[in-house]
């Protein structure tokens, strides 16, 4: 066996070898802030449930490139970036996919900075892209180049439409933040276009994942605790096993400067302990140190 595994390995470097003599294929180097947005998302997913580290620090990476260096002085996003410089004025899908990656970075990592950064996001987008008249979202800024019909994209395709993105944000972050005006936003955009998903479901997948988070009651979860502490990561294990869509975790080491958030707001680890409170809509039941005790919870 050793032998053959030798033989193979040779084999392998001189292909290599061979394969490098020719014309490498030519590869894009632009970065697009709303494809990076729904890698962010897989990878910290991945990281949260399998502890990929490597696909963690990959998302962490593309989120601080995106808001360090394709981010205006007033918020605002930019869409591209190549050959140094970001250009192009971001559109809807930049801003909702980035909401939700940044979402799901703070679910892997605890860092409540991409929760604000996803907040403050979440304003831009509804300043620039909301309109007022007919509900739901714009798919391009008021500065972008001048078209006969400013777009606006209702349905999925090969990756979720920027109002179907943007409704799923909305609603998770008016939970976040407390707050109910995000929701109404949400809800707007669902009423109207309730009839349309009766009748062609296929055409909105994600929008209808959302209905699906917007009719059920989210369990809200607070989890105070060391992330790199083995108790930490118990609860984790509790709370990401198995798939729960309609959960919204808030991860912290403590409550100290959190008060912009209503579910760690005065909050802290019993004990030294890692700490779970369970609640729906803002009522929580007593906290618990226990991962049995909060899978007993989790399923009342």
């Known amino acids: 066996l050793e032998a053959l595994e030798a033989q193979v390995a040779e084999g392998r470097a001189r292909l290599y070898e061979a394969r490098a003599k020719r014309v490498w294929p030519a590869r894009d180097e632009k970065v697009l802030v709303n494809g990076n947005g729904l890698m962010i998302t897989a990878m910290a997913e991945a990281a949260l449930v399998l502890g990929r580290e490597d696909d963690l620090r990959a998302a962490q990476a593309a989120a601080g490139f995106i808001l360090e260096r394709m981010r205006r002085a007033d918020g605002r996003l930019f869409h591209v970036y190549a050959g140094g410089e970001a250009s192009v004025p971001g559109y809807l899908d930049d801003y909702a996919h980035l909401i939700a990656g940044l979402l799901a970075l703070h679910q892997a990592d605890g860092d409540l900075r991409w929760l604000r950064e996803a907040g403050a996001l979440a304003e831009v987008m509804l300043d620039r892209f909301w309109d007022d008249d007919l509900g739901g979202f714009y798919d391009t800024e008021p500065e972008h180049e001048p078209l006969l019909v400013r777009p606006r994209t209702l349905t999925d395709g090969a990756t979720p439409a920027g109002n179907s993105m943007a409704v799923d944000g909305l609603l998770r972050l008016a939970v976040y933040f407390d707050r109910p005006d995000y929701r109404e936003r949400a809800e707007r955009v669902l009423t109207d276009l309730s009839r349309p998903m009766k009748r062609h479901p296929l055409a909105f997948p994600h929008l209808l994942c959302a209905l699906d988070f917007a009719l059920a009651t989210p369990q809200e979860v607070a989890l105070l605790g060391d ?18 869509p309609h959960l919204i975790l808030v991860r912290s080491a403590s409550s100290e400067g959190a008060d912009d958030l209503p579910l760690l ?7 030294g302990r890692a700490t779970a409170y369970v609640c729906r809509q803002f009522v929580c039941q007593a906290p618990t140190t226990n991962p049995d005790e909060l899978a007993r919870q989790l399923a009342s």
């Open 227 to 244: 992330p790199r502490r083995e108790d930490t990561q118990a609860m984790l294990a509790v709370l990401t096993r198995p798939f729960r």
């Open 265 to 271: 707001r005065g909050r802290q680890p019993l004990d």
